[in-house]
């Protein structure tokens, strides 16, 4: 399945994701949300917003909607709608005290259960606090709170608040297990030399650099590989029911054979991974793969097949290429954010057909 190339345009896209918002389901008149819905329904309730913009708080809430709406567990009422009805009642889930509050507010959304969001920026960081409601007795399932650099962060952890949050004591073994089953992700792996690709994986990505750094390029390619850092080994998502077929590994090359024989403390230098990237791999991949590509990167290269497959011939429509060559290395954590979440998002990416048993 063909998908688009991406070029260096990123930084364009990154300000319209701030600008997203969540379309508001309209209710028939003398129906409520639930009687429409078999599955049972959760309201998003955003439940403050102080020192951020709106743009970062409408962010943070459609963030939360998206992935709960793929869990595909619940029907999600959006909080926009939620706080519409409550505004009309005067009356805030922040005021609530008392189980029997969280009761009325949740019979009143007509849901089961509440999500309540809460993000204060607090000096440099952002300081999210979430809560858990059921609604049937008014308790509070589970409470979680952490702090951000960014916003970006925050919205890029959102499957760690949930999980961590509530979901395989809320739902139950069997369906905590069958929601994260069917969600696509993005993790990293190391590619050590002479060592192919793990054919398991649904989709194949790279970060590439075309030559070794000079001595002023260096922060750049440090930057880019702090980024690699901030994705999740696929173990983690392994012990959260993800097979590999629905998992998006992001490849480091090293020249290494393997790990018993590199000492303990040289693996504690972070300048290794940039002393011993594996070039003269990247160098091949890039001639043979992407011979008409000549900029300096660096670059994330995704494709469904992978690229030491000597065999593979692969068309520009089949490969999906992110230039950073004239984006900061400032933004390289958000650039290689937005790439993880767009190619999860984007089912063009994957071969579907192959990720249902």
Avoid at 153 to 165: F, G, H, Y
Wanted: hydrophobic letters at 40%; a negative charge; one cysteine or more.
């Amino acid at each position: 399945m063909a998908f688009p190339k991406w070029y260096s345009v990123i930084s364009i896209v990154l300000v319209a994701l701030a600008c997203a918002s969540v379309e508001v389901e309209e209710e028939k008149e003398g129906e409520s949300y639930s009687d429409r819905h078999e599955k049972p329904t959760i309201a998003l309730i955003n439940s403050g917003s102080v020192g951020i913009s709106e743009e970062e708080a409408d962010m943070i809430m459609v963030s939360f909607f998206d992935y709960l709406s793929k869990l595909n567990e619940f029907e999600v009422v959006d909080a926009r709608r939620a706080e519409r009805i409550l505004s009309a009642q005067e009356l805030s889930l922040a005021e609530c005290s008392s189980p029997e509050c969280v009761r009325n507010i949740g019979k009143l959304l007509a849901v089961d259960y509440i999500l309540a969001v809460r993000s204060e920026k607090i000096g440099e960081q952002i300081f999210a606090s979430t809560k858990f409601f059921r609604i049937e007795d008014g308790l509070t399932l589970g409470v979680f709170s952490r702090s951000y650099p960014e916003v970006y962060q925050l919205t890029n952890s959102i499957s760690d608040i949930i999980q961590s949050l509530f979901y395989r004591e809320a739902l139950g073994e069997e369906a905590y297990e069958e929601a994260w089953a069917g969600i696509l992700v993005t993790c990293r792996e190391y590619l050590l030399r002479d060592v192919r690709e793990d054919e398991e994986y649904g989709l194949y990505s790279y970060m590439l650099f075309a030559k070794e750094p000079d001595d002023e390029g260096v922060e750049r390619y440090r930057a880019f590989y702090r980024a690699f850092l901030k994705l999740k080994e696929y173990g983690e998502y392994k012990s959260l029911s993800v097979k590999k077929k629905n998992a998006n590994v992001v490849y480091w090359l090293l020249d290494v054979d393997s790990w018993s024989e590199v000492p303990a403390e040289e693996l504690e230098d972070f300048d290794f991974f940039i002393k011993h990237y594996d070039y003269a791999r990247a160098d091949l991949m890039l001639r043979t793969k992407l011979p008409k590509f000549t900029n300096p990167g660096p670059l994330i290269v995704a494709c469904q097949t992978p690229l030491s497959n000597p065999t593979a011939v692969l068309t520009d429509s089949e490969l999906l290429i992110v230039d950073l060559s004239r984006i900061s290395e400032n933004l390289f954590d958000a650039t290689v954010s937005y790439f993880r979440n767009k190619v999860i998002e984007d089912p063009e990416t994957w071969q579907i057909e192959t990720h249902t048993e």
